[in-house]
Protein backbone atom coordinates (compact mmCIF):
# COMPACT_ATOMS: atom_id res chain seq x y z
CA UNK A 1 0.00 0.00 0.00
CA UNK A 2 1.57 3.35 -0.83
CA UNK A 3 2.59 5.58 2.16
CA UNK A 4 -0.95 8.37 1.47
CA UNK A 5 -3.47 5.15 1.30
CA UNK A 6 -2.25 4.21 4.04
CA UNK A 7 -2.46 7.31 6.08
CA UNK A 8 -6.46 7.38 4.36
CA UNK A 9 -6.76 3.77 5.22
CA UNK A 10 -6.08 4.29 9.25
CA UNK A 11 -7.89 7.67 9.16
CA UNK A 12 -10.40 6.10 7.91
CA UNK A 13 -10.36 3.56 10.67
CA UNK A 14 -9.93 6.08 13.24
CA UNK A 15 -13.16 8.04 11.99
CA UNK A 16 -15.39 4.91 12.21
CA UNK A 17 -14.10 4.08 15.37
CA UNK A 18 -14.56 7.13 16.93
CA UNK A 19 -18.21 7.36 14.75
CA UNK A 20 -19.17 4.07 16.52
CA UNK A 21 -17.85 4.65 19.75
CA UNK A 22 -20.72 3.55 22.54
CA UNK A 23 -21.72 6.68 25.00
CA UNK A 24 -19.40 4.60 27.81
CA UNK A 25 -16.36 5.51 26.05
CA UNK A 26 -17.29 9.38 25.40
CA UNK A 27 -14.95 10.27 28.43
CA UNK A 28 -12.21 8.59 26.44
CA UNK A 29 -11.70 9.93 23.27
CA UNK A 30 -8.23 9.74 22.21
CA UNK A 31 -8.73 12.25 19.76
CA UNK A 32 -9.20 14.97 23.16
CA UNK A 33 -6.48 13.20 24.19
CA UNK A 34 -3.64 15.08 22.58
CA UNK A 35 -1.34 17.09 24.83
CA UNK A 36 -1.91 20.88 23.96
CA UNK A 37 1.66 22.97 24.65
CA UNK A 38 0.39 26.11 25.25
CA UNK A 39 -2.39 24.42 27.91
CA UNK A 40 0.74 22.93 29.40
CA UNK A 41 2.72 26.17 29.42
CA UNK A 42 0.11 28.62 30.76
CA UNK A 43 -0.63 25.99 33.48
CA UNK A 44 2.83 26.72 34.78
CA UNK A 45 2.66 29.85 34.69
CA UNK A 46 -0.84 30.78 36.35
CA UNK A 47 0.03 28.10 39.79
CA UNK A 48 0.38 29.51 42.73
CA UNK A 49 2.35 27.44 43.48
CA UNK A 50 5.59 28.14 41.47
CA UNK A 51 7.17 25.16 39.57
CA UNK A 52 9.96 24.67 41.38
CA UNK A 53 8.31 24.21 44.31
CA UNK A 54 5.90 21.35 42.70
CA UNK A 55 6.59 17.86 43.59
CA UNK A 56 7.49 16.48 39.98
CA UNK A 57 9.51 13.15 40.73
CA UNK A 58 7.99 10.12 38.39
CA UNK A 59 5.24 12.69 37.51
CA UNK A 60 4.24 13.38 33.82
CA UNK A 61 5.02 17.34 33.68
CA UNK A 62 2.58 17.40 30.69
CA UNK A 63 -0.30 16.44 32.56
CA UNK A 64 0.79 18.16 36.00
CA UNK A 65 0.96 21.70 33.25
CA UNK A 66 -2.43 20.87 32.14
CA UNK A 67 -4.00 19.63 35.36
CA UNK A 68 -3.42 23.57 36.67
CA UNK A 69 -4.45 24.79 33.40
CA UNK A 70 -7.56 23.31 34.46
CA UNK A 71 -7.73 23.85 38.14
CA UNK A 72 -6.72 27.33 37.85
CA UNK A 73 -7.55 28.68 34.92
CA UNK A 74 -10.96 27.20 34.09
CA UNK A 75 -12.31 25.42 37.47
CA UNK A 76 -11.77 27.56 39.88
CA UNK A 77 -10.86 24.67 42.33
CA UNK A 78 -9.79 27.51 44.64
CA UNK A 79 -12.63 29.94 44.91
CA UNK A 80 -14.04 27.08 47.20
CA UNK A 81 -11.42 25.18 48.45
CA UNK A 82 -8.48 27.78 49.38
CA UNK A 83 -9.02 30.08 52.58
CA UNK A 84 -9.08 32.86 52.21
CA UNK A 85 -7.58 32.86 48.95
CA UNK A 86 -5.76 36.26 48.87
CA UNK A 87 -4.08 37.41 51.99
CA UNK A 88 -2.13 40.99 51.30
CA UNK A 89 -2.79 41.51 54.95
CA UNK A 90 -3.23 39.47 57.65
CA UNK A 91 -5.58 41.96 59.26
CA UNK A 92 -8.11 41.82 57.13
CA UNK A 93 -11.18 40.09 57.46
CA UNK A 94 -12.98 39.36 54.39
CA UNK A 95 -10.62 36.98 52.73
CA UNK A 96 -8.27 39.28 51.12
CA UNK A 97 -7.75 41.44 48.41
CA UNK A 98 -6.03 39.83 45.46
CA UNK A 99 -4.35 42.95 44.43
CA UNK A 100 -3.33 44.73 46.71
CA UNK A 101 0.07 46.47 46.28
CA UNK A 102 0.41 45.22 42.85
CA UNK A 103 0.15 47.46 39.64
CA UNK A 104 -3.42 47.91 38.99
CA UNK A 105 -2.24 47.85 35.44
CA UNK A 106 -1.64 44.44 34.12
CA UNK A 107 -1.87 43.05 30.92
CA UNK A 108 -5.26 41.44 29.39
CA UNK A 109 -3.48 38.65 28.11
CA UNK A 110 -0.29 37.18 30.29
CA UNK A 111 -0.66 35.33 33.76
CA UNK A 112 -2.69 37.98 36.39
CA UNK A 113 -0.32 38.41 39.44
CA UNK A 114 -2.22 38.31 42.35
CA UNK A 115 -1.81 37.67 46.23
CA UNK A 116 -2.68 34.01 46.75
CA UNK A 117 -2.50 32.61 50.20
CA UNK A 118 0.20 29.95 49.13
CA UNK A 119 0.18 28.36 52.57
CA UNK A 120 -3.61 27.74 52.77
CA UNK A 121 -3.69 26.94 48.58
CA UNK A 122 -6.40 24.28 48.05
CA UNK A 123 -6.19 23.20 52.06
CA UNK A 124 -10.39 23.91 52.44
CA UNK A 125 -11.72 25.16 55.58
CA UNK A 126 -14.38 27.56 53.72
CA UNK A 127 -17.67 26.79 54.77
CA UNK A 128 -20.97 26.87 52.40
CA UNK A 129 -23.75 26.41 55.44
CA UNK A 130 -23.21 23.49 57.30
CA UNK A 131 -20.33 22.20 54.78
CA UNK A 132 -17.09 22.38 54.57
CA UNK A 133 -14.92 22.66 51.67
CA UNK A 134 -11.97 19.74 51.76
CA UNK A 135 -8.38 20.04 52.17
CA UNK A 136 -7.74 18.30 48.34
CA UNK A 137 -3.40 19.14 48.89
CA UNK A 138 -2.10 15.42 48.81
CA UNK A 139 -1.77 14.20 52.20
CA UNK A 140 1.49 12.47 53.76
CA UNK A 141 1.43 9.29 51.33
CA UNK A 142 1.07 12.08 48.63
CA UNK A 143 -2.81 11.32 48.07
CA UNK A 144 -4.84 14.11 47.17
CA UNK A 145 -7.91 14.60 49.77
CA UNK A 146 -6.73 10.81 50.87
CA UNK A 147 -8.27 10.20 47.58
CA UNK A 148 -6.26 7.41 44.99
CA UNK A 149 -6.90 8.38 41.61
CA UNK A 150 -9.70 5.78 40.97
CA UNK A 151 -11.79 7.22 44.03
CA UNK A 152 -10.89 10.62 42.85
CA UNK A 153 -12.23 9.87 39.35
CA UNK A 154 -15.64 8.39 41.27
CA UNK A 155 -15.93 11.65 42.92
CA UNK A 156 -15.70 13.73 40.13
CA UNK A 157 -17.77 11.80 38.46
CA UNK A 158 -20.72 10.40 41.14
CA UNK A 159 -20.36 13.09 43.82
CA UNK A 160 -19.63 9.84 46.18
CA UNK A 161 -18.66 11.51 49.84
CA UNK A 162 -16.10 9.08 50.60
CA UNK A 163 -14.29 11.19 53.13
CA UNK A 164 -16.15 10.61 56.23
CA UNK A 165 -13.88 7.20 56.83
CA UNK A 166 -11.02 9.80 56.62
CA UNK A 167 -12.48 12.76 58.90
CA UNK A 168 -14.63 10.32 60.83
CA UNK A 169 -15.08 14.03 63.51
CA UNK A 170 -16.52 16.56 60.29
CA UNK A 171 -19.96 16.91 61.90
CA UNK A 172 -21.55 16.09 58.49
CA UNK A 173 -20.76 12.91 58.66
CA UNK A 174 -23.25 12.43 61.93
CA UNK A 175 -26.49 13.70 59.55
CA UNK A 176 -25.44 12.11 56.31
CA UNK A 177 -26.99 9.39 55.40
CA UNK A 178 -25.05 6.43 54.44
CA UNK A 179 -24.57 7.01 51.06
CA UNK A 180 -23.56 10.76 50.85
CA UNK A 181 -23.26 12.86 48.08
CA UNK A 182 -21.18 15.70 48.16
CA UNK A 183 -23.81 18.50 48.45
CA UNK A 184 -21.53 21.90 47.15
CA UNK A 185 -19.12 20.78 44.73
CA UNK A 186 -19.96 21.30 41.44
CA UNK A 187 -19.53 17.43 40.76
CA UNK A 188 -22.47 17.49 38.04
CA UNK A 189 -20.29 19.61 35.45
CA UNK A 190 -16.78 17.89 36.38
CA UNK A 191 -18.58 14.78 35.50
CA UNK A 192 -18.16 15.81 31.51
CA UNK A 193 -14.56 16.13 31.59
CA UNK A 194 -13.02 13.33 30.09
CA UNK A 195 -10.70 10.97 31.57
CA UNK A 196 -7.46 12.79 30.41
CA UNK A 197 -8.57 15.95 31.67
CA UNK A 198 -9.58 14.55 35.42
CA UNK A 199 -6.43 12.48 35.05
CA UNK A 200 -4.29 15.74 34.75
CA UNK A 201 -6.25 17.29 37.68
CA UNK A 202 -5.70 14.47 39.88
CA UNK A 203 -1.45 15.09 38.72
CA UNK A 204 -1.72 18.61 39.49
CA UNK A 205 -2.80 17.82 42.96
CA UNK A 206 -0.83 15.49 43.93
CA UNK A 207 2.43 17.71 42.63
CA UNK A 208 0.87 20.37 45.31
CA UNK A 209 2.94 20.44 49.12
CA UNK A 210 0.78 19.41 51.99
CA UNK A 211 -1.00 22.28 53.20
CA UNK A 212 -3.05 22.43 56.42
CA UNK A 213 -5.88 24.65 57.07
CA UNK A 214 -6.78 27.25 59.12
CA UNK A 215 -10.30 24.97 59.68
CA UNK A 216 -10.59 21.97 60.37
CA UNK A 217 -13.64 19.56 60.25
CA UNK A 218 -13.52 19.38 64.06
CA UNK A 219 -14.00 23.30 64.33
CA UNK A 220 -17.55 22.34 62.42
CA UNK A 221 -19.33 25.14 59.85
CA UNK A 222 -22.49 27.24 61.50
CA UNK A 223 -24.85 25.26 60.12
CA UNK A 224 -28.26 25.89 59.07
CA UNK A 225 -30.86 26.34 61.96
CA UNK A 226 -30.96 22.83 63.59
CA UNK A 227 -28.44 21.42 61.38
CA UNK A 228 -25.05 20.11 62.33
CA UNK A 229 -23.39 22.56 64.65
CA UNK A 230 -24.46 26.14 65.26
CA UNK A 231 -22.49 29.12 65.76
CA UNK A 232 -21.56 28.77 69.17
CA UNK A 233 -19.72 25.49 68.58
CA UNK A 234 -18.02 27.52 65.63
CA UNK A 235 -13.87 27.75 65.90
CA UNK A 236 -13.39 30.77 63.32
CA UNK A 237 -11.43 33.24 64.95
CA UNK A 238 -8.88 35.62 63.78
CA UNK A 239 -5.50 34.76 64.47
CA UNK A 240 -1.92 36.18 62.95
CA UNK A 241 -1.83 32.44 61.21
CA UNK A 242 -4.99 32.30 60.41
CA UNK A 243 -6.87 35.44 59.22
CA UNK A 244 -10.56 34.30 59.33
CA UNK A 245 -13.31 36.14 59.02
CA UNK A 246 -16.28 35.97 62.22
CA UNK A 247 -18.77 33.07 61.78
CA UNK A 248 -21.51 35.11 59.33
CA UNK A 249 -24.05 36.47 61.38
C1 LIG B 1 -18.48 25.93 44.41
C2 LIG B 1 -17.38 25.52 45.28
C3 LIG B 1 -16.47 24.42 44.83
C4 LIG B 1 -15.72 24.35 43.68
C5 LIG B 1 -15.64 25.36 42.52
C6 LIG B 1 -14.97 23.12 43.77
N1 LIG B 1 -15.28 22.45 44.92
FE1 LIG B 1 -14.60 20.62 45.48
N2 LIG B 1 -15.82 20.64 47.11
C7 LIG B 1 -16.51 21.76 47.55
C8 LIG B 1 -17.09 21.45 48.84
C9 LIG B 1 -17.87 22.46 49.70
C10 LIG B 1 -16.78 20.11 49.13
C11 LIG B 1 -17.20 19.25 50.35
C12 LIG B 1 -18.63 19.33 50.81
C13 LIG B 1 -19.76 19.16 49.83
O1 LIG B 1 -19.70 19.55 48.66
O2 LIG B 1 -20.79 18.63 50.27
C14 LIG B 1 -15.95 19.64 48.04
C15 LIG B 1 -15.40 18.37 47.95
C16 LIG B 1 -14.44 17.99 47.03
C17 LIG B 1 -13.80 16.71 47.00
C18 LIG B 1 -14.06 15.54 47.94
C19 LIG B 1 -12.93 15.47 48.92
C20 LIG B 1 -13.04 14.38 49.94
O3 LIG B 1 -12.66 14.64 51.10
O4 LIG B 1 -13.49 13.27 49.61
C21 LIG B 1 -12.87 16.75 45.98
C22 LIG B 1 -11.93 15.64 45.55
C23 LIG B 1 -12.97 18.05 45.38
N3 LIG B 1 -13.94 18.79 46.03
C24 LIG B 1 -12.18 18.47 44.33
C25 LIG B 1 -12.39 19.66 43.62
C26 LIG B 1 -11.65 20.04 42.45
C27 LIG B 1 -10.48 19.24 41.87
C28 LIG B 1 -12.19 21.21 42.00
C29 LIG B 1 -11.83 21.98 40.75
C30 LIG B 1 -11.73 21.17 39.54
C31 LIG B 1 -13.26 21.57 42.93
N4 LIG B 1 -13.33 20.62 43.90
C32 LIG B 1 -14.06 22.70 42.81
C33 LIG B 1 -16.66 22.94 46.88
C34 LIG B 1 -16.17 23.23 45.61
Redesign the pocket.
Known amino acids: MKPLTALMTVSLGLLLASAFASPSEAHDSSARNEISESQVKEGYAISPIPKAQLNLRGKNRDMVGIGSY??NGA???S???SFPEFLPDKSMSDGGDPFTGLSSDQSSDGPLLANYDTADYLAGG?C?GP??????APDSNGL????TLDD?MT??RTGA???CK??PSDP?CAIEPSAPV?????WPA?HNLTDHDLEA?YAY?SALPQSTPCNTPADGCPGFSGLATDSSSYVYAATADCPNPAPPQ
Open positions: LVSDCGCHQFFMARNIPAHLFVMDLSNEILQVMPFIL
